[in-house]
């Protein structure tokens, strides 16, 4: 730390991101990255004019994205925002609607936290369930802006969209943003909801269902004066935040909805088998709607998995946070992959 660092950021935790090792091949389950490829089809689309034209600032309004993405949720361009990751969608919400500060669940997506410390917005963690699934009725009237992920991250959990709708009816005066970062392994988007309600933000990205982690691309759906004011946000602080050749990679990957929807489907089967054969070792697995499972062994404890399965070559994610710090969250890859997981594990947990 250098002594020119603003005092009120040293004290900050900084989001920690799962590992990216370099230095050998590992299995990687750790950072929920889709098992297969880009479309094809949506790699096919970029041209060499593409490459030329990364010469020229991409265009600000992201226009044709806008109205694809708009087209598929059927929806208008002026209720949608694209972003540089929905990382980027979710920092400009804190930075736009928590004048009153925010709240969150006590487990759920790390970077929350964290951007509330770097814009310095007060924050409440409202405690899960036992069980790990959202109490609704402790976001009524929350009298702060909520974010929810949805499927929750690190639990996989789902909320029906009845019990959103709910949250969001119930708090006409606060922002409700609704992360669907996971909402394609087996949830029911919030999207059309917009219309109805003037309080809601959507957010969702093209870095976990459309393959395209790398290309760092999101957007927000909500009502034009929500999007105008997050519009306000993107425009005083990167007017140019999503580049032109990752634009169009993921237009086209919306467009291939037939490969889009292959590989959902194979991931959310191989999810099943991993279930079931993580339960035959004795694992109890979260109720998962994500391309995700969080999972808590009987007898070795998730800090030792994590270290012998990255011994082994395989990487899960382990968190020390103290109400999850007993299980592995293991990303769902392909049925091999799954493979050989669950025989390494049954080679570790065996007693
Ligand atoms: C992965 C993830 C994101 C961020 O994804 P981007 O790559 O920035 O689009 C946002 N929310 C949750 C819950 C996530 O797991």
Known sequence: MSEFLSSRLKSLQPYLPGEQPREREYLKLNTNENPYYLSRMAADN???????????????DCTALRNEIAMYYGIDAENVLPTNGSDEAL??????????????????????????????????????????????QSYFNAGKTIFLANPNAQTGIGLPLEDIENIVAENPRTAVIVDEAYIDFGGESAA??????????????????????GARVGFAMANQDLISDLKRVKDSFNPYNVNSVSAKLALSALRDDAYFKKCTAKII???????????SLGFCVLPSAANFVLAEHATTDGET??????SRGILVRHFSDERIRNFIRITVGTDAQTEILLKTLKELTAI
């Open 46 to 60: 970029l041209e060499k004019k593409d490459f030329e034209n990364l010469r020229l600032y991409s265009d600000p």
């Open 91 to 136: 920092a400009f919400c804190f930075a736009a609607f928590c004048g009153q500060g925010a709240v969150f669940p006590d487990v759920t997506y790390g970077f929350y936290k964290v951007i509330a410390n770097l814009l310095g917005i007060e924050f409440r963690e409202i405690p899960l369930c036992e069980d790990f699934t959202v109490k609704i």
């Open 192 to 213: 059309r909801l917009i219309r109805k309600y003037r309080n809601l933000v959507v957010v969702q990205t093209f870095s976990k269902s459309r393959s395209l982690a």
């Open 269 to 279: 089967a191989t999810r099943d088998r991993l279930v079931r054969g993580l339960q």
């Open 305 to 310: 998995l994590y270290r012998n399965l990255k």
